[in-house]
């Protein structure tokens, strides 16, 4: 037996040893299936006796208090309240015992409850003999009669109950017993198929380790040389499977070298194409942008030249060309700003101060009836950041948010610590971003303002990113916008940030 296990070859020892693992595992899945139904089923059973067991013993109840309340009716000389409670008592016998004849599921059961129903109708009627003797005001009669008679159909009711709840009883201790019995052989189930869970794990490992895990330190080994550039050439064959991969394996390590160099030239080339992709979609933004604004100077200048006699139309002609001219230069400072690296100067301070103080500076452009509010968390701790460059960022989401708002609305800008370090949130109620729009927030030179250059928002992440953290953007509840910064807490590497 020995000798043919082990003339079989790795791969079919592996295999044979994981498809007994496999079908231990999921023999052991449906047992505990099985058993698992077996414990529901025998559960339902015990409630629904249990319920009977309760069912039965109401009826007794409601048996004694009809018994009480008649002797409290014969003791009070007739009082009407107690003749009600005997009436009210019956019904619910009566409602009882049609749910436990509604329950009952063997013909034993049904037999039973046709005995207590028989028994409480002879009760019901020397009951009601009692009564009627005693509103004839024969009471001493009625007072013997409830003694002796009712007394005994009393007793009969009561232990024709009584024979359905022990019957129920006896049902559950069988169910209670059949669950025990269930749950030991789970539990033997699953104990064995754990141990034979284990012995195989154990004999796979010992299968790994033997021969494949020792085999690629050799290997190893092999490939070490071939990395180094040795001499590559395959040694003598054993026959082992191990050994073949081996071999492989030491011809492909120089032409992975080789790949690895042709791929480093091709990335070299494609980050080379990238550059010059974005370098050019720069220029002809800036260019499209200065054409549009030189040629408005011009027409301007010109209609000055010719009519320089109208000193109004002159100096409104002028005042158009400075806002060109400052456009203009705001389009190259931030063209510049984005394209040169940002030089960070750390400071471990307060954000909400940084808050404070950069709407301190909005205030006074923002219309009356725009409610600008803040929220700073008083647990917000103390973070490194650069407080020139993140009060432009606050400043610009923010003055987005009042753009977006128009005339009405309300702007909320929130801090709060969170799992990163901090968390700076600019919320508004306008009329939000389209979906298409989206996607390309962060894109440089995108704008769906007429006067917008494109770089407020590119500049931003790149101001965040330089800090190690993250600026996002997700829809408010209210149909607005919400953007999201987060700055790490203690000591991080801030980086050079240029343009991408």
């Known amino acids: 037996m020995l000798s043919m296990v082990s003339s079989l070859s790795l791969s079919t020892r ?3 040893s994981l498809v007994v693992l496999v079908v231990v595992a999921v023999l052991s899945a449906a047992t505990a299936l099985f058993f698992d139904w077996r414990v529901s089923q025998a559960d339902r059973h015990i409630n629904h006796e249990e319920a009977d067991v309760r069912m039965a013993t109401d009826l007794q109840a409601a048996l004694f208090h009809q018994r009480i309340c008649v002797d409290t009716y014969l003791v009070s000389d007739g009082e009407v309240r107690w003749r009600q409670e005997i009436g009210a008592h019956e019904a619910k016998f009566q409602s009882d015992l049609a749910a436990l004849r509604r329950s009952a599921e063997r013909t034993d059961e049904l037999a039973l409850i046709a005995k207590v129903a028989e028994a409480d109708a002879r009760y019901d009627d020397e009951r009601g003999q009692v009564l009627a003797l005693f509103d004839q005001g024969r009471k001493t009669e009625a007072r013997e009669f409830f003694l002796s008679r009712m007394t005994v159909g009393y007793e009969g009711a009561m232990a024709a109950a009584e024979s359905v709840r022990e019957v129920n009883r006896t049902d559950m201790r069988s169910a209670l017993a059949a669950n025990s019995a269930a749950m030991s052989w789970l539990g033997t189930t699953m104990i064995t198929s754990a141990a034979l869970t284990v012995l195989l794990g154990a004999g796979m490992f010992w299968l790994l380790f033997s021969r494949i895990l020792r085999p690629l330190r050799k290997m190893a080994a092999q490939v070490r040389v071939a990395s180094n550039g040795a001499d590559a050439s395959p040694g003598p064959r054993i026959g082992s499977e191990v050994a073949e991969l081996g071999y492989y394996l030491h011809a492909i390590v120089s032409e992975l070298d080789e790949a690895r160099s042709t791929a480093r030239q091709e990335r070299s080339r494609d980050d080379q194409a990238a550059r010059l992709a974005a370098l050019g979609t720069a220029v002809a933004h800036v260019a499209h942008d200065f054409k549009n604004a030189l040629t408005s100077i011009g027409g ?8 320089p006699e109208d000193p109004g139309r002159v100096r409104e002609e002028a005042a158009i060309i400075a ?8 389009l190259v400072h931030e063209t510049v700003d984005y394209s040169r690296p940002n030089m960070m100067e750390p400071v471990v301070q307060s954000l909400n101060a940084a808050v404070q103080e950069t709407l301190a500076g909005i205030a006074s452009r923002v219309p009356k009836s725009v409610k600008l509010e ?13 407080a ?6 606050i400043a610009n989401l923010v003055g987005n948010a009042l753009e977006a708002v128009g005339t009405h609305g309300e702007v909320r800008v929130r801090t ?10 600019i919320e508004d109620n306008g009329p939000g971003i389209p979906p298409m729009v989206r996607q390309r927030l962060f894109e440089p030179f995108f704008t769906t303002k007429q006067k917008g250059s494109g770089l407020g928002l590119p500049i931003c992440r790149q101001i965040v990113t330089g800090h190690g953290g993250t600026v996002c953007y997700e829809p408010a509840p209210s149909g ?3 953007f999201r910064v987060t700055l790490p807490r203690g000591k991080v590497p801030f980086r050079k940030e240029g343009k991408r």
């Open 374 to 386: 803040m929220d700073l968390g008083p647990e917000v701790p103390d973070v490194p950041f650069d």
């Open 388 to 393: 020139v460059h993140l009060e432009r960022v």
């Open 416 to 425: 709060r610590p969170c799992d990163l370090g901090v968390e700076l949130v």
């Open 300 to 307: 301007f200048a010109r209609f000055i030249e010719r009519h």
């Open 323 to 330: 806002r060109s001219c400052t456009r203009l230069e705001q």
């Open 14 to 16: 592996a295999s044979f």
């Open 480 to 482: 607005g916008t919400v």
